[in-house]
């Protein structure tokens, strides 16, 4: 399988040696790994052979072909800092480059515009005094496949950079993305509990009550046959009872009250608020006439004759006639050009897939967009 050279350069060999650990973790052989300086605590100002340093600094200025990205990595040896270089397969290079980025990765290109308002002034005449200390020439040179390399822009945000050799670089648009779900939580519950109380009760009632009186009346008068019946002296007994009332307590029970428990569902509408984050892309497209450089020329090349040009909405815009120079130019036989050419810039353009998208909508761009 071929391979890919990634070059990073840290500012501590802590933040290297990590960036290389997760390597070896992503699947990348230890053998394809070489951080530079060689030992901790080395720098470029370190004091060794002159054979080993003109090997170093051949192996820099083969590796980035030429004197001006070598001359800044070894600036940045000289002021201490690290350099990762990872021999990669091409299916591992994507994963490789966000463990370079993720770990603290230099962007060089600000580094070295930095070190040159201090001062700076490019590529020195470099002897082995310069670059002592660094990695052998055979150390690097087994982790380079090609002459050429290209830089990668980081995302958003990183502030690093990673350089790696024979393949199109490319930024990553990345979009967060909302999903909103549902939970059951416990709003507490109801319960209906049923117990005997005793209250006192008065009721008024009339009871009736007999009381047998003797009584007894002092008499002087004759006895007479009718007033004693047949025999005067005969044995009498007279007897009368007394009758009284009494409360008489009979209790019934009767329903006089029921309590139900019932459960509802219902269903509402919660709006969720929140926000969502995503890299937009800035191209700024600074080629001169008949020049295509810089990250356009990549989006330029996969730009083929009829593709469909629609706005940030999806709506069509027209059909491509063909990249001129900086421009597209878009046939003037579509409906929507109104019988004529139309030219819109290439640095308008957001993404390339079966058809060109722009970064704003159709209606916009209309308004924008140059009759040729």
């Known amino acids: 399988m071929a391979k890919q050279t990634l070059t990073a350069f840290y500012d501590s060999r802590e933040y290297a040696n990590n960036a290389a650990l997760m390597l070896r973790q992503a699947g990348v052989s230890e053998a394809d790994i070489t951080i530079s300086p060689a030992a901790s605590g080395s720098t470029a100002s370190s004091a060794v052979s002159s054979t080993e340093g003109k090997g170093f600094w051949a192996s820099l200025e083969e590796m980035f072909g030429g004197s001006d990205d070598h001359a800044t990595y070894t600036e940045g040896l000289r002021r201490g800092g690290t350099m990762l270089v990872a021999h990669v397969d091409d299916a591992k290079v994507e994963n ?198 810089g990250l356009i020329s990549g989006f330029t090349t996969e730009i083929v004759n009829d593709m469909e040009v629609v706005g940030s909405d999806g709506q069509h815009l027209g059909a491509v006639d063909h990249v001129d120079g900086t421009n597209l130019k878009l046939k003037k036989m579509d409906p929507a050009s109104g019988g004529k050419h139309h030219l819109i810039p290439t640095a308008w353009v957001k993404s390339i897939d079966s058809k060109v998208t722009l970064k704003t909508s159709a209606a916009e761009m209309k308004s924008r967009w140059t009759a040729a």
């Open 96 to 293: 490789a480059i966000r463990v370079l980025e993720q770990h603290g990765s230099v962007d060089l290109t600000e580094r070295e515009t930095s070190w040159r308002r201090e001062g700076w002034t490019g590529a020195p005449n470099v002897g082995a005094a310069a670059l002592a200390g660094t990695a052998t020439a055979a150390g690097l040179a087994s982790a380079r496949t090609a002459t050429t390399t290209d830089t990668r822009t980081p995302p958003v945000g990183t502030g690093a950079m990673a350089a790696r050799t024979g393949k199109d670089d490319v930024v990553q648009v990345v979009e967060e993305q909302i999903n909103v779900g549902k939970r059951a939580v416990n709003q507490g519950k109801v319960r209906i509990h049923s117990y005997v109380v005793e209250t006192p009760v008065n009721e008024s009632v009339t009871l009736r009550g007999e009381t047998v009186s003797i009584e007894r009346h002092p008499i002087d008068r004759p006895v007479t046959a009718a007033n004693l019946g047949v025999d005067a002296f005969k044995d009498r007994t007279i007897e009368m009872e007394e009758v009284d009332e009494e409360a008489v307590v009979a209790k019934t029970a009767r329903v006089v009250e029921e309590i139900g428990i019932r459960k509802d569902v219902s269903d509402r509408t919660q709006t969720i608020t929140d926000t969502v984050r995503s890299t937009k892309v800035d191209i700024e497209d600074g080629r001169t006439t008949g020049g295509r450089t």
